[in-house]
């Protein structure tokens, strides 16, 4: 896989008017490759939020430097292509909304683009059926469910054929059908070669992704697989971190089930309690 992302000892601090500046990131390093999934977790005031908007180039680094597919994030000349090619889902979706309906929301990005008619409409098209809201085009967005709303900016994005996605805290304000649907559409940007990165403080959601970026006090304290950090019973609790529910309860079973072993998500803790059949 090729190198999307690269993170190389960034710095940053929000600026606090009539104070000193309140570090955020501090020497921060990983890199992403394309078509890898990725969940960045930490406690409240981790940097994770911080984190995600220097990778598409909303915030630049104080010190280091950020190159998405090459281009450094300190140039504004590379700006316009780094938004392009790297979409953000923010917790908030309507924020994102500016048009009057649905198909003009989704159409604003490929306009700016000075792509043909015929290439926007069909872009629209693809993309709005991709998260099953054609139907519903013609709707204000402002008539819209959150989750519905979230599928909406989903479809902005992906209408500007995007390298990478980025979910940033999309599931705190949904139910749980909402989250199920975000999880949804995750699942299938994966299987398109979409790169996803998720910020989440849901660990059930966290488990689903091929690597963790853990921040804590904004300093990267872990980059590694799901098991690797929550079978860590130390680590988790420096961290301020949970552990996903069904690992929590596959360990208090464990003294009446030896076998068990470290289950991430349901599907995998019933595959090892169901009986097999010979």
């Known amino acids: 896989m090729a190198l999307l992302i690269e993170v190389n000892r960034v710095s940053y601090s929000h600026p606090v008017p009539g104070g000193p500046p309140h570090p955020a990131l501090r020497e921060i390093s990983f890199q992403i490759k394309e078509g890898e999934h990725i969940a960045i977790v930490g406690a409240n005031g981790s940097g994770k939020t911080t984190l995600a908007r220097h990778l598409n180039a909303l915030l630049v680094p104080d010190s280091g430097t950020i190159r998405i ?3 450094d994030t300190k140039e504004r000349a590379n700006h316009m292509k780094i938004h392009q090619r790297i979409g953000m889902v ?3 979706p309507q924020e994102q909304m500016i048009a009057t309906s649905i198909e003009e929301d989704v159409a604003f990005g490929p306009e700016n683009l000075g792509l043909t008619t015929q290439e926007i409409q069909q872009r629209v098209r693809n993309s709005l ?9 013609t709707r204000s967005p402002s008539h819209l469910s959150a989750g519905q709303m979230q599928r909406v900016a989903l479809a902005g994005i992906l209408a500007m054929q995007p390298a990478c996605v980025i979910f940033d805290e999309s599931t705190a304000m949904l139910d749980p059908f909402g989250r199920e649907d975000v999880l949804r559409n995750i699942q299938t940007l994966k299987q398109t070669g979409i790169t996803v990165i998720m910020i989440t403080h849901f660990m059930e959601e966290a488990s689903l992704a091929d690597r963790i970026i853990g921040l804590h006090q904004g300093q990267l304290r872990f980059d590694g697989s799901p098991e690797d950090l929550f079978t860590d019973d130390k680590l988790v609790k420096s961290m301020n971190l949970d552990k996903p529910r069904v690992l929590w309860f596959a360990q208090q079973l464990k003294p009446w089930i030896p076998s068990i072993k470290h289950p991430l998500t349901v599907e995998q803790f019933k595959k090892q309690i169901e009986p097999t059949t010979s």
């Open 69 to 71: 597919m090459g281009l």
């Open 90 to 92: 923010f917790q908030s």
């Open 129 to 137: 059926e991709q998260v099953g809201m054609w139907d519903q085009r």
